[in-house]
């Protein structure tokens, strides 16, 4: 009997399968990431104006709250991953969910900048306890291919921020402040969303010799100096974080010939480029070796993709918008190499039984490196000009240079430790 003729919808039902998870807990995380990052889309493409036009406070009140909040952040980032190392990972999980979106909802009814800022400080709080639960609950979801699913997740995370950021801007564009609170509340729905389906995930038990080796002894994590190399050099390269989304805009605006609607071109290459490549720039992923040999490349990115924007104010503008492309996926590339090695080293290198507490450690070093790079990027890029630009990509891949001998030490000084009980049902 001769075979059927093939759908034409076969190939892409094919191509569609495998960019996304196997159905199971992968797929559920999936789900919670897009909606939780259309909130957060709907949130930072609206906030500023927000804060500003409907609670009533200065953009240096806004920016001193957000920094505040964010440092007072970071100190929940050790406690909560200890914590995760002796409890459900998905319980907590689901009420740090619960607490930014109370945080946020409470947003709407603030008036004060002290209110504000204690609001900010709860929610900056219940973020890291977020960041840091998830990691055990992606590794549980995918033992065996924990990267792939963050890269998974990453992909989807950069969807759901077009999303929202495409919501907000229409909104935003309609020019009526009293339609803002909207969007906040919209933010806070959705972290409420992401935590009924994060519930649905399969709890993840531990044995009692997991359980004894987090309750006792001084912390291994701040004592483990090759695991924290690697974390100082992510927080390094976190500096990039800003540069998208507030350097890159003000330089072209002020100091370059380009037509400004040039800013409204970047960010989408930068999307949809890592939700084509960050699945399967991660497949090719699999040991530390590999990982770790993907961050110097990470660093020559950046540094290529920021002497193109050093240069772009002083050539003609045709020229200068080619540059400014290249430059941009030159960055994407960097940022994409970057996410997937900090993401296989971070986990693979931590002990199972000590898991969070390692998270932690890692979580608090890179959220640093996000707090400062705004600060350090200003200066750098905006202050010093085209030398900055050349000083933050050389300062980058000058840091990413030594991971590949930090991860050879780190995988010397690891002991076999005892198995995770997989995921029981709920």
Same mark, same amino acid.
């Given at each position: 009997?001769?075979?059927?003729?093939?759908?034409?919808?076969?190939?892409?039902?094919?191509?569609?399968?495998?960019? !996304?998870?196997?159905? #199971?807990?992968?797929?559920?995380?999936?789900?919670?990431?897009?909606?939780?990052?259309?909130?957060?889309?709907?949130?930072?493409?609206?906030?500023?104006?927000?804060?500003?036009?409907?609670?009533?406070?200065?953009?240096?009140?806004?920016?001193? %709250?957000?920094?505040? =909040?964010?440092?007072?952040?970071?100190?929940? #980032?050790?406690?909560?991953?200890?914590?995760? &190392?002796?409890?459900?990972?998905?319980?907590?999980?689901?009420?740090?969910?619960?607490?930014? %979106?109370?945080?946020?909802?409470?947003?709407?009814?603030?008036?004060?900048?002290?209110?504000?800022?204690?609001?900010?400080?709860?929610?900056?709080?219940?973020?890291?306890?977020?960041?840091?639960?998830? #990691?055990?609950?992606?590794?549980?979801?995918?033992?065996?291919?924990?990267?792939?699913?963050?890269?998974?997740?990453?992909?989807?995370?950069?969807? %759901? @921020?077009?999303?929202?950021?495409?919501?907000?801007?229409?909104? !935003?564009?309609?020019?009526?402040?009293? /339609?803002?609170p909207l969007l906040v509340i919209g933010n806070a729905l959705s972290f409420?969303?992401?935590?009924?389906?994060?519930?649905?995930?399969?709890?993840?038990?531990?044995?009692?010799?997991?359980?004894?080796?987090?309750?006792?002894?001084?912390?291994?994590?701040?004592? &483990?100096?090759?695991?924290?190399?690697?974390?100082?050099?992510?927080?390094?390269?976190?500096?990039?974080?800003?540069? /998208?989304?507030?350097?890159?805009?003000?330089? @072209?605006? $002020?100091?370059?010939?380009?037509?400004?609607?040039?800013?409204?071109?970047?960010?989408?290459?930068?999307?949809?480029?890592?939700?084509?490549?960050?699945?399967?720039?991660?497949? =090719?992923?699999? &040991?530390?070796?590999?990982?770790?040999?993907?961050?110097?490349?990470?660093?020559?990115?950046?540094?290529?993709?920021?002497a193109l924007i050093a240069v772009i104010g002083r050539i003609p503008a045709?020229? #200068?918008?080619?540059?400014?492309?290249?430059?941009?996926?030159?960055?994407?590339?960097?940022? !994409?190499? $970057?996410?997937?090695?900090?993401?296989e080293l971070s986990l693979n290198l931590a002990p199972p039984e000590a898991?969070?507490?390692?998270?932690?450690?890692?979580?608090? =070093?890179?959220?640093?490196?996000?707090?400062?790079?705004?600060?350090?990027?200003?200066?750098?890029?905006? &202050?010093?000009?085209?030398?900055?630009?050349?000083?933050?990509?050389?300062?980058?891949? %000058?840091?990413?240079?030594?991971?590949?001998?930090?991860?050879?030490?780190?995988?010397?000084?690891?002991?076999?430790?005892?198995?995770?009980?997989?995921?029981?049902?709920?």
């Open positions: 009997m001769s075979a059927g003729p093939t759908s034409p919808t076969a190939p892409l039902s094919r191509r569609l399968a495998r960019a !996304i998870p196997e159905p #199971g807990p992968g797929r559920v995380l999936y789900a919670a990431t897009f909606v939780s990052t259309v909130g957060t889309g709907l949130y930072f493409t609206s906030s500023a104006l927000f804060f500003v036009a409907c609670v009533g406070l200065s953009a240096a009140s806004v920016g001193l %709250g957000l920094t505040l =909040g964010g440092v007072i952040g970071l100190l929940a #980032g050790l406690p909560v991953g200890r914590l995760a &190392d002796r409890q459900d990972p998905r319980t907590l999980y689901v009420v740090s969910l619960l607490c930014e %979106g109370a945080a946020m909802l409470a947003l709407v009814f603030v008036h004060t900048f002290w209110a504000f800022a204690v609001t900010t400080t709860i929610a900056g709080l219940a973020a890291t306890s977020t960041n840091v639960a998830r #990691g055990p609950l992606i590794r549980a979801a995918a033992p065996d291919g924990a990267t792939v699913l963050r890269a998974h997740l990453r992909s989807v995370a950069n969807l %759901g @921020i077009t999303v929202g950021g495409t919501v907000g801007g229409v909104v !935003i564009a309609i020019n009526r402040p009293s /339609l803002y409420v969303l992401c935590a009924l389906l994060a519930a649905r995930l399969p709890a993840t038990s531990r044995s009692t010799a997991q359980k004894e080796a987090a309750r006792s002894g001084p912390l291994r994590a701040v004592r &483990d100096l090759p695991y924290l190399a690697l974390t100082g050099i992510t927080a390094v390269m976190m500096l990039q974080y800003p540069v /998208l989304s507030l350097a890159l805009p003000l330089w @072209i605006t $002020q100091h370059t010939s380009l037509p400004h609607w040039l800013v409204a071109v970047t960010l989408p290459v930068n999307t949809l480029m890592v939700a084509a490549l960050q699945v399967r720039f991660a497949r =090719g992923v699999n &040991d530390n070796r590999s990982a770790a040999r993907l961050m110097p490349r990470a660093g020559t990115a950046f540094l290529a993709g920021f045709w020229l #200068g918008a080619l540059l400014l492309v290249a430059a941009v996926v030159l960055y994407t590339v960097g940022e !994409i190499l $970057q996410g997937t090695a900090s993401y898991q969070g507490e390692y998270l932690g450690v890692y979580t608090t =070093g890179t959220q640093l490196g996000r707090v400062v790079s705004a600060s350090v990027v200003t200066y750098l890029c905006l &202050d010093l000009g085209s030398t900055g630009w050349v000083l933050l990509g050389l300062l980058m891949l %000058g840091a990413a240079l030594p991971t590949a001998r930090f991860t050879r030490h780190a995988e010397e000084t690891r002991k076999q430790p005892p198995p995770l009980v997989g995921p029981t049902t709920a």
